[in-house]
């Protein structure tokens, strides 16, 4: 009886594995994805930010207001 159940257990084991690495590999790239579009944001604020920043003041990192 266990030396029917042998290799089946082994196949099932290689099998269960190998098979959570596709994912990990998956959600990487996402995330690397989503952190390429937060920096291309962020950037863009502070072109933004940049642009608004001479005519009447602006805002330092603390929320202190220069004119």
Known sequence: ??????????????????????????DQDYYR?????????RHEARRMARAYRYHHGYYDRWGVWHP
């Open 1 to 26: 009886m266990l030396n029917k159940l042998k290799l089946p257990t082994l196949v099932l084991g290689a099998a269960l594995a190998l098979l959570p690495t596709t994912g990990f590999a998956r």
């Open 33 to 41: 994805d989503q952190r390429a579009v937060m920096r291309h944001e």
